[in-house]
């Protein structure tokens, strides 16, 4: 009897460890479509052929007990950066987010889920010396990458989409 107490408090212990585990690594419900970007991904920008490469480096966590995502990104090893909190404000019933830039600029702004694997960002943009005053992105993740497409509000005309396709990756987000 005594082998069998053990084997079930045994049993008992591994699967309050196992939900353990799995708490500690969750999202909140509604940053739940954020799970598959977790991680360091890289996208190459398309240049034209006398102009340098552009590469962008980004990182997605959980924080905040799994109550925020962080986000930042570093183009060409630190030329360039930012980081950003996206989170659920309650009152407003939204995911909100900021973003802070290495280049003195911020955006706060909302981001609609348009299905499981899509949401669009709508950014108001504080500061930007290139007469830029809102942003608007949508990203897909499918195929086990994401597809950003991006609009600028800059000088009163919308930019015309630029698209970048995030992929894994192993590099790091640097700042100089």
């Known amino acids: 009897m005594t082998y069998l107490k053990a084997v079930m408090l045994l049993l008992s212990l591994s699967i309050f460890s196992i939900h ?19 991680g360091t991904w890289q996208a190459d920008f398309n240049t034209e052929k006398d102009q340098p490469s552009i590469q962008d480096v980004s990182k ?24 950003s909190m996206i989170f659920y404000d ?3 019933q939204s995911l909100v987010f900021y973003y802070f830039t290495t280049a003195g600029f911020y955006t706060k702004g909302v981001m609609k889920v348009l299905s499981p694997t899509q949401f669009v960002a709508y950014e108001d943009v504080t500061g930007s010396k290139e007469g830029i005053t809102k ?10 990458q994401f597809v950003v497409s991006t609009s600028y509000l800059k000088k009163g005309e919308w930019t015309k989409p630029e698209q970048r396709i995030y992929t894994r990756s192993t590099k790091t987000v640097k700042f100089k």
């Open 20 to 38: 353990a585990n799995n708490k500690t690594d969750s999202l909140a419900p509604e940053l739940e479509i954020f799970a598959p970007y977790l």
């Open 90 to 92: 309650r009152k407003k």
């Open 135 to 144: 942003v608007k992105s949508t990203s897909e993740f499918k195929d086990q």
């Open 60 to 83: 997605w966590q959980r924080v905040l007990n799994g109550k925020a995502i962080r986000t930042s990104h570093s183009i060409n090893e630190g030329e360039y950066g930012g980081e």
